[in-house]
Nanobody, 124 residues
Framework: VQLQASGGGLVQAGGSLRLSCAASGRTFTTYAMAWFRQAPGKEREFVATISRVDSSTDYADSVKGRFTISRENAKNTVNLLMNSLKPEDTAIYYC??????????????????WGQGTQVTVSS
């Protein structure tokens, strides 16, 4: 599968952004999907994941209550709605897909496919 992330940009603290990730290739419903992020000088970290079974979700504590992951299977798309953004949310955001974990995973190595990343910058 090929993943194409979009929707990043520059936003002020407290603002919102909506990221999208379009998948092409193999049937989208065979993948659990996730978003990770990587800030300069830091390791890639888990943000959110959504199951391919029942669309159940899991979030990192740092974004819980502010971010919402969703999937539109008919459009082969996974979205990340980010509200109440903080400067510490600044990072490159990557979408990822896995067939290994039906309910998704917080572990980056569980994912087979990665998008190219989209930059999110939150100014204070």
């Amino acid at each position: 599968v090929q993943l194409q992330a979009s929707g990043g940009g520059l936003v002020q603290a407290g603002g919102s952004l909506r990221l999208s990730c379009a998948a092409s290739g193999r049937t989208f419903t065979t993948y659990a999907m996730a978003w990770f992020r990587q800030a300069p000088g830091k390791e890639r970290e888990f943000v959110a994941t959504i199951s391919r079974v029942d669309s159940s979700t899991d979030y990192a504590d740092s974004v819980k209550g502010r971010f919402t992951i969703s999937r539109e299977n008919a459009k082969n798309t996974v979205n990340l709605l980010m509200n109440s953004l903080k400067p510490e949310d600044t990072a490159i955001y990557y979408c990822a897909a896995t067939t290994n974990s039906p309910y998704g995973s917080r572990w980056p190595l569980a994912y087979d496919y990665w998008g190219q990343g989209t930059q999110v910058t939150v100014s204070s």
